[in-house]
């Protein structure tokens, strides 16, 4: 049951058996992951847990990263914003517990904030290659019946948070500034 946490996310729905056993046997598991600087998060409402590098105490030494951090690109980084703000208005009206996206949606959602152009298949690309990004990062999945329809995983809760969206703004308004002051 570890093998799946130091894979990446475990979900519920993907594995329950490993799922149940990881419930079974949090404590040993939060006491193991522990010894190597970890910490389980594990969410049982939402049904995912993962593993996240533990910060280090006063006068504790930083241990090296087991867990490695991810560098994204803006459009990826508004994308997952504005996935996570679209989230968080399912969650306020809408009794489903899953958010389903067309592709469409999702294009619609980002194509707002992108740079016009007259290439209008360069644009459809570049979006659809952001999508398969967040796709790789586990906070979109494919369903399997519908090709164009992705559902958003309630993980992205975890990763973006109003920290994330705080640190994201206060960025994206000092681009603002920079193409302002390009603009003069």
Not at 162 to 170: I, N, P, S
Request: aromatic fraction near 8%.
């Amino acid at each position: 049951m570890l093998i799946p946490l130091f894979q990446g996310v475990l979900h519920q729905d993907a594995k329950p058996e490993v799922w149940q056993s990881l419930l079974d046997r949090q404590g040993r598991v939060r006491d193991y992951v522990a010894v190597l600087g970890l910490e389980l998060v594990l969410d049982e409402a939402e049904g995912y847990a993962y593993l996240r590098q533990r910060e280090p105490e006063a006068g504790e030494p930083e241990l090296p990263r087991l867990v490695r951090r991810r560098q994204l690109s803006f459009p990826v980084s508004l994308l997952l914003a504005l996935l996570r703000k679209r989230l968080a208005e399912h969650d306020a009206t809408a009794g489903e517990p899953r958010l389903v996206l067309s592709r469409e949606e999702i294009v619609d959602l980002v194509r707002v904030f992108m740079p016009d152009t007259a290439n209008e298949a360069r644009l459809m690309e570049r979006i659809d290659s952001h999508i398969r990004r967040v796709e790789e990062l586990g906070f979109l999945r494919r369903l399997k019946h519908e090709e164009d329809a992705f559902e958003v995983r309630r993980i992205l809760k975890a990763f973006v948070d109003a920290q994330w969206l705080g640190t994201f703004e206060e960025r994206l308004a000092a681009y603002r500034q920079h193409l302002e002051g390009e603009a003069e």
